[in-house]
């Protein structure tokens, strides 16, 4: 590609590459931190992936919806997520996005279209194809993005969801995101022939693209956007990537080494960011200081989500025993009106 | 009261589904065969409301059921028709680790309005798969709140109160009773979830009895009364939350327990009902608590076999006789 997409404006284009850094700052912090004991649980990082997330939802508008992933702090980071009040959040904080009952794989923003992350693989296929469901119903232009991975590409909801949202024509489009493996074993050896025939099967519209960029991942999926919000239907888009952290922080403690180290250097070569600057270079848009400014403003909000993080107080113990029924306090505060 | 018409349970449960989706538009139905229903509380819907909002499914629980998370999360009040308790497991995932969670693990952020409604319960040499109570289950969970009528009156006004509620309602009909006949209001109304009703009072002995096990107890009760044993029979119409308060009350005016439920006696909710009366009330027992459950089997299909598994009049009237001390004569 010689000159920048026409949809996408020298603005647009930045942002992306400013959610692509904050990203990836992002989680190399968490990293440190999760190698120092610091963080409570375990993680699952998204370095490497970040093209598919920013291209992905740098397709939608504020009032569309996603459902994310165990691996998802790229997608909330991407939908518009604060990194202070996620970092508080995986610090177990009261400031954090769900005061501290949810950590890294249940970070939700209703108010920013965030309907879900989820421990559960494909668990947050039907919760999306329901989002669509929803606002078809009531009138709304919506759509809702579902990613998953390609360990979820084999769970039974992938093709119930995708059927429902073909014979409902919702407006959900279903990224895979093929990191490759499915935790610890390559997905090819269990996997049975193409992810995206599933979706050609059922008559879904479905088509693969290189996850590592970004620009093309925005194309593809803001193709299917406009097919959604048009009343046609779902596509189901695979996004080929790879992590290049392991399934999660702390692996090697049990995993061994189980990807060739080839094949990380290959995609390790393939680096999303470095491609994207490349591009941004050639078209005049970000030059090599501009990006380094850019780098460093991303990297200065990640010590500051750290500090705000580690500065916000724990919630007291006693919450624990709170927002089992949130419609409760809702209803009753209506009364007290 | 007495001067209302006479309906089926499942015509009750009907006119609150009805009621509820004529006074709330965002109110929608879905599940297998909805249009024409096959235990029948959804018949009838799809000719006032419409395909859009009486809506069939695939035959996909798990992601139909998921799909009013996501829904109810954008405004819609979804309501799903399970058909049978056991489909509850195929649907585990997005009941358990999501329809009951989510709005907890987001810290409040949202409350989910939704609805899951199902017979349960054995109706006859269904067998295994189609006999199960799975409420004792659901219960653990916390995250759902959960009815079960014994009565149509009652399954009228907690279906309302059901649709009505901003968070997750599990309503199991007793799968029995869909054609048992009572009096029930035309006009709409709502019976408040966690309010359990003392169907008889009585002085010697509490009986707490789930569902259709009410109607026994009841019987029970009547037949003891004439041999000078007095019967209180509560029906806690919710589980979850349960009414403790009442039955407590109860427990303190009679001194005994026998608690009555339709589902394996390992973790039910007799079992449950029966550990907190001990913690809460153990200086008022003259007896301990009975648990009158099923044997902690299947439950087979030959009648015979099926018989010996689940609950009936007798069970009901031996283990009352047991907590007064004396020996039921059959």
Redesign the interface.
């Known amino acids: 590609m010689t000159s920048p997409p026409a949809n996408l404006d020298h603005d647009q284009l930045l942002q992306m590459m400013r959610r692509m850094l904050r990203i990836r700052r992002f989680e190399e912090k968490l990293a440190v931190l999760f190698k120092r004991g610091r963080l409570p649980g375990f993680i699952h990082l998204y370095i490497g992936e970040e093209a598919v997330a920013v291209g992905a939802c740098s397709a939608l508008v504020e009032a569309d ?1 996603i ?1 994310s992933t165990h691996r998802g702090h790229g997608h909330l980071i991407a939908k518009g997520a604060e990194v202070s009040r996620m970092m508080a959040e995986l610090l177990g904080r009261r400031d ?7 950590g890294s794989m ?1 970070i ?4 920013l279209g965030i ?2 992350t ?3 693989v494909g ?1 947050g ?11 078809k ?2 009138g709304r232009d ?1 759509v ?1 993005i579902c990613f998953f991975g390609d360990g979820a590409a084999n769970q ?2 992938f093709l ?2 995708m ?2 949202a073909a ?1 409902w024509k919702l407006p959900v489009i279903f990224v895979c995101e093929n990191n490759q493996y499915t935790e610890w074993t390559a997905s090819s050896k269990l996997t049975s022939g193409e992810i995206t025939d599933r979706g050609r099967a059922l008559g879904v519209h479905a088509e693969r693209v290189d996850g590592n960029d970004v620009v093309g991942v925005h194309e593809v999926v803001g193709a299917a956007v406009a097919r959604a919000r048009n009343a046609e239907g779902p596509s189901l888009i695979e996004a080929l990537t790879y992590r290049w952290h392991g399934h999660n922080e702390g692996e090697e403690a049990f995993s061994g080494a189980y990807r060739p180290e080839d094949e990380i250097a290959d995609w390790r070569s393939r680096d999303p960011i470095e491609q994207f600057r490349a591009k941004l270079r050639d078209w005049g848009i970000l030059d090599d200081a501009g990006f380094e400014q850019l780098d460093k403003t991303e990297v200065d909000r990640v010590e500051e989500a750290l500090s705000f993080a580690e500065a916000a107080e724990l919630p007291d113990p006693e919450e624990a025993l ?10 009753s505060a209506t009364e007290a009106v | 009261m007495s001067g209302d018409r006479e309906i089926y349970f499942i015509k009750a449960m009907y006119e609150g589904l009805r009621d509820a989706m004529r006074e709330d538009e965002t109110v929608v139905v879905i599940g297998e065969d909805v249009d024409r229903s096959i235990i029948g509380a959804t018949r009838g819907l799809i000719d006032e409301f419409g395909s859009e909002r009486v809506r069939n499914t695939p035959i996909s629980e798990a992601t139909f059921v998921g799909a009013c998370i996501g829904a109810a999360a954008v405004g819609l009040r979804p309501v799903v028709d399970l058909m049978v308790g056991s489909f509850f497991y195929v649907a585990m995932d997005q009941v358990g680790n999501q329809a009951a969670k989510l709005p907890y693990m987001s810290g409040g952020q949202i409350s989910l309005p939704l609805v899951y409604f199902t017979a349960s319960g054995p109706s006859g040499s269904a067998a295994a798969q189609h006999s199960e109570s799975p409420h004792p289950m659901l219960m653990n969970l916390a995250g759902l709140k959960i009815v079960m009528p014994s009565t149509p009156h009652d399954a009228k006004g907690l279906m309302i109160s059901a649709i009505r509620e901003p968070n997750p309602v599990v309503y199991f009909q007793d799968a029995v009773l869909g054609g048992v006949k009572g009096p029930v209001p035309e006009e709409t109304y709502a019976i408040p979830l966690g309010v359990s009703e003392v169907k008889r009072e009585g002085d010697d002995v509490t009986v707490v009895a789930i569902g259709s096990l009410v109607l026994k107890a009841l019987s029970v009760a009547r037949e003891l009364e004439e041999k000078g044993i007095s019967v209180e029979v509560v029906d806690p119409r919710s589980l979850a939350p349960l009414d403790t308060e009442t039955i407590i009350a109860s427990v303190r005016k009679t001194g005994r327990l026998v608690v009555c439920d339709n589902a394996r006696r390992t973790c039910s909710a007799a079992s449950e009902i029966a550990a907190t009366v001990s913690e809460q009330a153990w200086d008022a027992l003259k007896a301990p608590p009975l648990r009158v459950a099923w044997e902690n089997v299947p439950v087979p299909f030959s009648p015979e076999l099926e018989k010996r598994v689940l609950v009936d009049e007798d069970d009901i009237r031996t283990a009352v006789m047991k907590t007064v001390g004396a020996t039921a004569k059959v």
């Open positions: 919806r459902t954090g996005y769900c005061r501290g009952k949810g249940h939700v923003d209703f108010s309907m879900g989820n421990g559960i668990g296929i039907p919760i999306a194809v329901g989002s669509a469901w929803g606002d119903t009531q919506s809702t039974g909801v119930e969801g059927n429902l014979i709170e927002h089992l029924f949130p419609g409760d306090q809702a209803a």
